[in-house]
């Protein structure tokens, strides 16, 4: 038999689950069974993910993009893939792993209290032996026993580093501590003196009446089995209420505390609601609860009213961005989503709890995985935005064959001068990086592109230089769908209309649009103010609900004299009535202008809660800080007030492929998943497919590309995805 | 993976009873050598230690323990967690031998005296006993091992195997005694699953399956394969007591002598004419003292004669078919293992010892 | 357009989604018999006929079984009756519900007793019983004469005791404190505290303080000598 041509796979798209997929299909071990191409429209790789470099060399990204502790099959690949880069001697110094992503261990959120004030919570999470992506022991990763004990460990530490803080003879003054309960009047007078308003007797007594029952309970549940209504099963729900009186009332008065008892709570309901929804036995597992929100499943799991308002609650759906249509007073999550994901989150993280990257996501991931999958052979079409993906008309069909893509219609956005290939990277501090802006003098007419202002990432601007169509067995032979859900409705006309599964999938599955900010300011958080633990936040119903300090990013850019730090800010931007028009050129702009307006006054409204100096004698923030990478560094700044932003990085992130996917109630169901056999040379990959997770995340967006390779390939096998096989 | 694969795959190894043999061999060690740690040598209570430890280490096949322990794993245990349930099943069946032994007035045993023989029935009685009270120590000792709960579960198997297999001997025993002649071959196997099968297949299928899962799996899925695979193993039995060579361990003929119902037995007499049949009755009404060499060989004659060697023969087959069928749809899903091909090799095995 | 046969097929995947499935099932059979087609060899009718009477032998064996152990239970009817995959699966609730509720209490027994978790659930309570300056003062912490503990203190400053026992306190044949020690270098330790039981079960504390000791708080575990478990914490404050 003569040897079989390589393949050819057609990748379109550039974000964590294209790049997955294209990894995978061209490990070594495929020896070139696959010949793939990459096409990405713009410049740089990345998708929702990409960053760039502005002035100075500054990063700027999407978002707020961290890495949980439990991604274990994105930190796999990453890490794969920077043991390949070492083997070159020429990137070794480029791209070293140990320092590429840190861990960190404290989250916090900002919920109000009292009239006008707000107070943060912040909480410290043990670090957990290994590394993210170690290889996994058969039954470490799922069994209820393991996560049960992991609860156990964490609510041990959570407590006893209440105490670790508040040492130091009589005094009660809490120093920086992860449960440092500083209010807006920030007094801790009055935290003492709240401290001994509790009822001290009794309560000592009930505690230990109620221990006392558990021990009952407990040498009562170690006797002989006994059938399903039992009386001691009665016992354990009546203790469960007791406890829960107890805590209420005797413990919950103090705030730190109270998150405490809080998030102990939630951990209760979820098991009680494990059990009574019968998810153990449930073939879908915790699908079997999408179609309820998950804070009112929780509730009908038994857990406080209390304990679903808290901050720590609202803190996972501000991770999630999950408000439909972006209205702070909608918040909807899938409880399945939110029940697997909060497992995963917190007791399935080896290593910390969440890991930020040192330099900008394009930088630390998509620049790794572009020198690699070249290195591998990969061709990468730049410039190529997909217009429409061609079906073969069903009467050509024969009987028994399946529906399949005949063509893919791309618009060449520009073309390389003298038919090269496109040079993405740019070089900052000795790093290969992606640039904020295309590099006009390697197109043609690139002079031309530049004083037009072509922004090839956008969804409104569709000049293009030439058109060009792939033909199926000619061009391609399987295709790799890998662009964002938004696009779908506008690049897959065809099989919307033709195949309902689809379509109601591009209806029922929710996008949010983005917005964000970053900051560059020349003091660093402790002077202005901060006396929280933790570098990430989320709270505030201004928008712009999660932060984060990055100021470990900074020795990245590429300032002469670096600035103190850099914060980031991002949140959900809620859509416009009526929807926008795609011939609208001049939305984006509008937009961003409104994204404009809104950082503004996020920092001047709510930045005092957080960071009381940030402000100045006159209660506004002092826009005097923010470094302009256009100032001379020994200067004065020209700018003055507000206008001073306009320095500073600020977008709307509404093209359509940009949108992040939401896991709403009753919408995982209609997830189509990457192994879907109905197109014979098609697959999807993102993570707006079924990919288990079923959420808006890299993990979950990896783990997609791996079940794309496996629908072309066979391989990897699915018990290798980690969390795949998961209820 | 399907069974003639996996057969297969045990036959391309070492035979399959060559596997067979090497994992009848390892576990079997692995549980005597438990067994040996509960004999305390230290407290050699006159008239009772040496005919405790007597028949245990007079050696044997250990299939029981084996599929114990081989269970076990293959539903993913360790050897430490299974062996000591294995340990007591070895020990239950040694005092089983030596009260059978008593009760069928056998007088050798692995090629040497019975217990009773040597040493009288009512000392070798009591040693029966104490061996099978002294099998609740490593089972008690399982609550270490595999926990509180577990350890009750595979008690509580252990009290119903102790029943049937109680029952099923009362059945062996009263149907020979008084000399009941309306045995049927479906009486008989039911007297074979609640008297052999119960203890040598079902029990260590049940109780090595709780094991391995740590009692997540129902024990009830495998009496179907676990009677198949005994009543087999029985069959073969009765079949060598009749044409097995001498290296068998009971006497040619020893079922014949003592009037034991077996399948043979059952369908000779039923194919025989009426004039026959009572011939039949009557060598079977006689008490085991009073019957010849020569009633054994009529009795003999008339099961060669009417093919009853064969017929028991295709009907043990059969059993072995059956037993395959409801092996693929028990371990189908199971990984493949070492164990698991046992298991599998133990089918065919059951016929081919000699 | 392209022809079947030249393109090129994706291959199916393993399995169409995951599974989720936390038990796994070990297939349980219904196990009916297969009839005659299933041995097929010589002798199909002698095998079949077996084969048949062997299903229903065992069959019947099983619910047998089952009615034994509904009469020697004394309770109703088994939970799920005919179909032995209701049952397994009945049971295997039955048995995550008992894991899970214990371990969940676990959960609560495991934070509640540990020494340095009720030394600081009591220190957000803040017994405050005044100063002692005196020798000895009796102090009834709970009802029953076997967790009443008296205190006999002896110092020349105002000191606060607080004694925060467990349950196994009154159970503890042996209690003993080591000492107590403060988190500051400077203050040393208090080494005159011994804990002794009363001839009516109730305990006495008895703790000495030098007159030079530094204002502190200090801190001490109770524990059990012979189990070697903790059962209390004991602080005394030192207020100047």
């Known amino acids: 038999m003569a040897p079989r041509r390589a393949t050819k796979v057609a990748i379109i798209g550039g974000g964590c689950a294209a790049i997955t997929t294209a990894f995978e299909l061209t490990r070594p071990e495929m020896a070139g069974r696959y010949d793939v191409t990459v096409y990405q429209m713009g410049w740089r790789l990345g998708g929702k993910g990409a960053s760039g470099r502005g002035a100075s060399g500054r990063i700027e990204e999407h978002g707020l993009h961290i890495w949980l502790g439990c991604y274990d099959n994105a930190f796999r690949l990453m890490r794969e893939c920077y043991a390949e880069l070492a083997t070159d001697p020429a990137a070794r110094e480029a791209f070293d792993w140990p320092t590429a992503f840190t861990g960190e261990n404290a989250m916090g959120v900002s919920a109000p209290s009292g009239a006008d004030g707000w107070h943060n919570w912040s909480a410290t999470f043990p670090p957990r032996p290994g590394l993210p992506g170690d290889p996994l022991a058969p039954g470490e990763l799922l069994s209820l026993p393991r996560y049960i004990g992991r609860a156990i460990d964490l609510l041990r530490t959570l407590i006893l580093s209440v105490d670790s803080r508040q040492r130091g003879g009589g005094e009660t003054r809490p120093g920086p501590s992860p449960f440092s309960a500083a209010t807006a009047r920030g007094d801790p007078q009055r935290m003492a003196a709240a401290i001994a308003d509790l009822v001290g007797g009794a309560f000592a007594a009930s505690g230990a009446v109620i221990a006392e029952a558990l021990a009952l309970l407990q040498a009562g549940l170690e006797t002989l089995p006994s059938p399903l209504s039992n009386p001691l099963t009665d016992l354990a729900v009546w203790i469960a209420h007791q406890l829960?009186?107890?805590?209420?009332?005797?413990?919950?008065?103090?705030?730190?505390?109270?998150?405490?008892?809080?998030?102990?709570?939630?951990?209760?309901?979820?098991?009680?609601?494990?059990?009574?929804?019968?998810?153990?036995?449930?073939?879908?597992?915790?699908?079997?609860?999408?179609?309820?929100?998950?804070?009112?499943?929780?509730?009908?799991?038994?857990?406080?009213?209390?304990?679903?308002?808290?901050?720590?609650?609202?803190?996972?759906?501000?991770?999630?961005?999950?408000?439909?249509?972006?209205?702070?007073?909608?918040?909807?999550?899938?409880?399945?989503?939110?029940?697997?994901?909060?497992?995963?989150?917190?007791?399935?993280?080896?290593?910390?709890?969440?890991?930020?990257?040192?330099?900008?996501?394009?930088?630390?991931?998509?620049?790794?995985?572009?020198?690699?999958?070249?290195?591998?052979?990969?061709?990468?079409?730049?410039?190529?935005?997909?217009?429409?993906?061609?079906?073969?008309?069903?009467?050509?069909?024969?009987?028994?064959e399946r529906p399949y893509v005949s063509a893919l219609e791309f618009d060449i956005q520009a073309t390389v001068k003298d038919g090269a290939d496109y040079a993405p990277l740019v070089e900052v501090r000795g790093r290969p990086c992606w640039p904020a802006a295309p590099d006009f003098r390697q197109l043609e007419d690139g002079e031309e592109m530049a004083r037009e202002g072509r922004d090839f990432e956008s969804h409104w601007d569709n000049r293009r230089a030439a058109t060009r169509t792939l033909q199926v067995a000619k061009d391609f032979d399987f295709v790799v769908l890998g662009v964002g859900l938004g696009a779908v409705p506008h690049v897959c006309r065809e099989i919307i209309a033709r195949n309902p599964r689809w379509n109601r999938m591009v209806r029922e599955v929710k996008t949010n649009a983005i917005q964000a900010f970053q900051v560059w300011l020349d003091h660093d958080l402790q002077d202005l103010g901060w006396t929280g633990e933790h570098l990430i936040g989320s709270g505030f119903r201004m928008g712009f609900e999660g932060w984060a300090d990055m100021a470990h990013t900074i020795p990245e850019e590429g300032w002469t004299q670096s600035p103190k730090t850099v914060l980031y800010f991002c949140g959900p931007l809620p859509d416009p009535l009526p929807p926008v028009d795609d011939e609208d050129a001049d939305y984006p702009r509008r937009r961003n202008d409104e994204v404009f307006q809104n950082a503004v006054m996020r920092l001047r409204e709510t930045a005092r809660h957080l960071w009381p100096k940030a402000m100045d004698a006159r209660g506004d923030f002092r826009w005097d800080m923010l470094r302009d990478p256009a100032d001379p560094e020994d200067t004065p700044s020209t700018k003055t007030g507000e206008a001073r932003f306009s320095s500073q990085y600020w977008r709307a992130n509404v093209n359509p492929t940009d949108r992040y996917v939401l896991s709403t109630p009753g919408s995982t169901k209609y997830r189509v998943s990457p192994l879907d056999m109905t197109y014979d040379n098609l697959t999807i990959a993102g993570d707006w497919t079924e990919t288990g997770l079923n959420v808006g995340c890299v993990e979950s967006a990896v783990m997609s590309g791996l079940l794309a390779a496996h629908a072309l390939s066979g391989a990897p096998l699915l018990e290798d995805i980690v969390g795949y096989d998961h209820p | 993976m399907s069974l003639a694969e996996t057969l297969a795959t045990a036959t391309a190894g070492p035979t399959s009873s060559g596997l067979v043999g090497e994992v009848l061999e390892e576990y079997g060690q692995a549980a005597?050598?438990?067994?040996?740690?509960?004999?305390?040598?230290?407290?050699?209570?006159?008239?009772?230690?040496?005919?405790?430890?007597?028949?245990?280490?007079?050696?044997?096949?250990?299939?029981?323990?084996?599929?114990?322990?081989?269970?076990?794993?293959?539903?993913?245990?360790?050897?430490?967690?299974?062996?000591?349930?294995?340990?007591?099943?070895?020990?239950?069946?040694?005092?089983?031998?030596?009260?059978?032994?008593?009760?069928?007035?056998?007088?050798?045993?692995?090629?040497?005296?019975?217990?009773?023989?040597?040493?009288?029935?009512?000392?070798?009685?009591?040693?029966?006993?104490?061996?099978?009270?002294?099998?609740?120590?490593?089972?008690?000792?399982?609550?270490?091992?595999?926990?509180?709960?577990?350890?009750?579960?595979?008690?509580?198997?252990?009290?119903?195997?102790?029943?049937?297999?109680?029952?099923?001997?009362?059945?062996?025993?009263?149907?020979?005694?008084?000399?009941?002649?309306?045995?049927?071959?479906?009486?008989?196997?039911?007297?074979?699953?609640?008297?052999?099968?119960?203890?040598?297949?079902?029990?260590?299928?049940?109780?090595?399956?709780?094991?391995?899962?740590?009692?997540?799996?129902?024990?009830?899925?495998?009496?179907?394969?676990?009677?198949?695979?005994?009543?087999?193993?029985?069959?073969?039995?009765?079949?060598?007591?009749?044409?097995?060579?001498?290296?068998?361990?009971?006497?040619?003929?020893?079922?014949?002598?003592?009037?034991?119902?077996?399948?043979?037995?059952?369908?000779?007499?039923?194919?025989?004419?009426?004039?026959?049949?009572?011939?039949?009755?009557?060598?079977?009404?006689?008490?085991?003292?009073?019957?010849?060499?020569?009633?054994?060989?009529?009795?003999?004659?008339?099961?060669?004669?009417?093919?009853?060697?064969?017929?028991?023969?295709?009907?043990?087959?059969?059993?072995?078919?059956?037993?395959?069928?409801?092996?693929?749809?028990?371990?189908?899903?199971?990984?493949?293992?070492?164990?698991?091909?046992?298991?599998?090799?133990?089918?065919?095995?059951?016929?081919?010892?000699? | 357009m392209a022809r079947d046969d030249e393109r090129l097929h994706r291959p199916p995947p393993q399995r169409p989604g995951p599974r989720r499935a936390v038990i796994p099932e070990a297939e349980g059979v219904n196990g009916r018999a297969v009839d005659s087609g299933g041995q097929g060899s010589a002798g199909d009718d002698v095998a079949s006929r077996a084969v048949n009477a062997a299903y229903r032998v065992v069959e019947d064996n099983i619910q047998e079984g089952r009615r034994a152990a509904e009469r020697l239970r004394g309770a109703g009817p088994a939970p799920a009756e005919a179909s032995p995959g209701a049952r397994a699966i009945a049971g295997r609730l039955m048995h995550l519900t008992r894991d899970l509720g214990g371990t969940w209490v676990d959960l609560i027994l495991a934070v509640l007793k540990e020494p340095e978790v009720r030394a600081v659930i009591d220190r957000l309570t803040l017994h405050d019983r005044g100063p002692v300056a005196s020798m000895s003062s009796a102090v009834a912490l709970a009802p029953s004469p076997a967790m009443s503990v008296t205190q006999r203190v002896s110092s020349r400053k105002p000191v606060e005791v607080t004694l925060s026992p467990l349950p196994a306190l009154a159970r503890s044949v042996a209690p003993a404190v080591a000492g107590l020690h403060a988190l500051s270098p400077a203050s040393p330790p208090i080494d005159q505290v011994a804990l002794t039981r009363r001839p009516d079960g109730g305990l006495e504390l008895a703790i000495t303080i030098a007159d030079d000791q530094p204002a502190d708080t200090y801190w001490g575990a109770l524990v059990d000598v012979d189990s070697r478990q903790p059962i209390g914490t004991l602080t005394v404050r030192i207020l100047e």
């Open chain 2, 32 to 354: 005597r050598a438990t067994v040996e740690r509960y004999f305390d040598a230290d407290n050699r209570s006159p008239y009772l230690h040496d005919l405790v430890v007597d028949y245990p280490r007079r050696g044997g096949k250990m299939m029981r323990s084996s599929l114990c322990i081989a269970q076990a794993r293959a539903y993913g245990a360790s050897l430490e967690k299974a062996v000591l349930t294995a340990a007591a099943i070895e020990m239950l069946h040694n005092g089983l031998l030596i009260h059978d032994d008593i009760q069928d007035a056998s007088q050798e045993r692995r090629g040497r005296p019975t217990l009773h023989a040597m040493h009288g029935v009512p000392l070798a009685l009591n040693a029966g006993d104490m061996l099978m009270l002294l099998a609740l120590r490593p089972l008690m000792d399982n609550v270490d091992e595999v926990g509180g709960w577990l350890a009750i579960e595979v008690l509580r198997e252990t009290e119903i195997m102790a029943r049937e297999s109680a029952e099923g001997q009362a059945l062996e025993l009263g149907w020979r005694d008084l000399n009941d002649t309306t045995v049927t071959e479906a009486d008989y196997l039911r007297m074979v699953l609640k008297k052999t099968a119960w203890f040598s297949t079902i029990y260590p299928a049940r109780v090595g399956a709780l094991i391995g899962s740590r009692g997540r799996v129902d024990p009830g899925v495998f009496m179907h394969f676990g009677f198949f695979l005994g009543a087999a193993f029985q069959i073969q039995d009765d079949l060598l007591n009749l044409v097995g060579d001498e290296s068998y361990g009971k006497e040619r003929n020893g079922d014949l002598y003592e009037g034991k119902r077996t399948l043979m037995l059952i369908h000779a007499r039923g194919a025989c004419s009426a004039a026959d049949r009572a011939i039949f009755d009557a060598l079977l009404a006689a008490p085991r003292e009073r019957r010849t060499a020569e009633d054994v060989a009529w009795l003999r004659a008339a099961i060669e004669r009417h093919g009853s060697i064969d017929y028991a023969r295709k009907v043990a087959e059969a059993l072995v078919g059956a037993a395959e069928f409801e092996y693929a749809r028990l371990y189908a899903d199971l990984p493949e293992s070492r164990d698991k091909r046992f298991i599998a090799a133990l089918i065919p095995w059951v016929l081919e010892r000699s």
């Open chain 1, 244 to 400: 829960r009186r107890w805590l209420e009332t005797g413990v919950i008065a103090t705030p730190h505390v109270q998150h405490v008892w809080e998030m102990m709570d939630i951990v209760v309901a979820s098991l009680v609601g494990i059990l009574r929804f019968d998810l153990l036995t449930d073939p879908r597992g915790f699908d079997a609860i999408d179609d309820y929100d998950w804070r009112e499943w929780l509730i009908a799991s038994g857990a406080s009213e209390r304990a679903a308002r808290s901050a720590f609650v609202r803190g996972i759906y501000d991770l999630l961005f999950g408000y439909e249509d972006g209205d702070p007073t909608r918040p909807r999550l899938a409880a399945g989503v939110g029940l697997r994901g909060t497992l995963r989150m917190f007791f399935g993280y080896r290593g910390a709890l969440y890991w930020r990257m040192r330099a900008g996501m394009g930088d630390v991931v998509f620049a790794p995985y572009y020198e690699v999958l070249r290195r591998r052979g990969v061709k990468f079409a730049f410039f190529h935005r997909l217009t429409n993906v061609r079906l073969a008309e069903e009467a050509d069909l024969r009987p028994g």
